[in-house]
């Protein structure tokens, strides 16, 4: 991917140590961060295909309007929505930079029916399944949208087939979003660790880490976050706490942006609670598993919340322990900290079912 890796990270190190007024020289850059972290060469390379596919795509939604990038492409993706023409153009440009890596062999996008399979003469070993541009119905408004990922390695031996990516969410190495708003803002996490914010530093165009994101302690601020349109088609328990959100002595604030890295960058920052539950309009949930529901419970739970399928195939389950059959598979989504689903949970006891312990 980059014509000599050790320059490379020797330039990129050098942008965060070497002197210079008015910037901040000790800021690690994503890829210094990386490779102190894992001196893996190959991670980095992923990375930072990753983070200039973020580039592009920050720049395309900034210029949609210059660029007459509003509307439907006319078309449709893999999951029957109505495809914008920034869906596509995110979709080429993340499939280009991940295809041309050099350390990819599976990748999994919610635009395409199928999923591709690098060349055997360009493939790595990591498989990356992602939403190029979540919340896209939003763009013509100029409402936050974002990217969403997942890495996996495929199996030793392996020629790189769906299998690789077929696996639960414990299975993934590391997993992030970037939110294009205000700042374009990259949230990541390795499996296990702690999870980091990175901004676009637009003066030397990289990603620049700059926080340390938790989940506020005891809940953080009381605010639910559900699509309350699908309220006639919720179970009782579901109607039965928001319903309490709603009617408390200080009842919880509504916030719904329909931009699921929104609404997950805003819980996992203030706190509180987002809910896309299983309804009798769509059973299994509508958001997808391997590129939304998966590195969305990573961060979140790596963070200190919790993250939740609720009631799904007849028992509560962690996100992280469901198993895909398909690419394309979804799940109901609860996500928040142990205050709030503890709410839910306690209704869904009220009507006879058994809950995990938080």
């Known amino acids: 991917f980059f014509s000599d890796f050790d320059y490379f990270f020797t330039l990129t190190l050098a942008m965060s140590t070497s002197g210079g007024s008015g910037i901040d020289v000790n800021a690690p850059t994503l890829a210094g961060f990386v490779m102190k972290n894992t001196k893996d060469k190959d991670l980095v390379i992923l990375m930072n295909a990753i983070a200039l596919s973020c580039k592009q795509i920050a720049t395309a939604v900034k210029r949609a309007g210059i660029a007459k990038l509003y509307g439907l492409a006319g078309d449709q993706n893999s999951t029957g929505d109505d495809q914008k023409m920034l869906d596509v153009m995110s979709n080429d440009i993340m499939i280009n930079a991940l295809r041309n890596s050099g350390v990819c062999s599976v990748l999994v996008s ?45 199996d030793v031996g392996s020629s790189g087939t769906t299998a690789d990516i077929l696996r639960s969410g414990d299975d993934m190495i590391c997993a992030g979003y970037c939110v294009y708003s205000s700042a374009v803002e990259l949230v990541f996490a390795f499996k296990g660790g702690d999870v980091h914010c990175f901004c676009l530093d637009p003066s030397i165009g990289e990603f620049v880490n700059t926080r340390l994101m938790k989940f506020p302690e005891g809940g953080g601020k009381k605010i639910y976050s559900c699509n309350e349109g699908n309220s006639l088609n919720w179970d009782e328990p579901i109607k039965d706490t928001v319903q309490e959100f709603k009617t408390l002595e200080k009842p919880y604030a509504a916030r719904y942006v329909g931009s699921m890295v929104a609404d997950v960058h805003r819980t996992l920052l203030y706190g509180g609670i987002f809910l896309y539950p299983a309804d009798k309009k769509s059973p299994k949930g509508k958001l997808r598993i391997l590129y939304e529901g998966f590195p969305m419970a990573m961060l979140i739970e790596q963070s200190g919340g919790i993250a939740s399928t609720g009631m799904f195939q007849g028992k509560f389950q962690r996100i992280m322990d469901v198993v895909p059959e398909h690419i394309h598979d979804r799940c109901p989504i609860i996500m928040g900290g142990a205050r709030d689903v503890a709410m839910v949970y306690a209704h869904y006891e009220k009507a006879g079912f058994e809950t995990p312990k938080l």
């Open 110 to 154: 919610e635009e395409d029916e199928e999923p591709i399979i690098v060349p055997s003469e360009q493939q790595g070993k990591y498989c990356c399944a992602f939403d190029p541009l979540d919340g896209s119905s939003n763009i013509d408004c100029n409402v936050s949208v974002g990217t969403i990922f997942g890495v996996y390695e495929k």
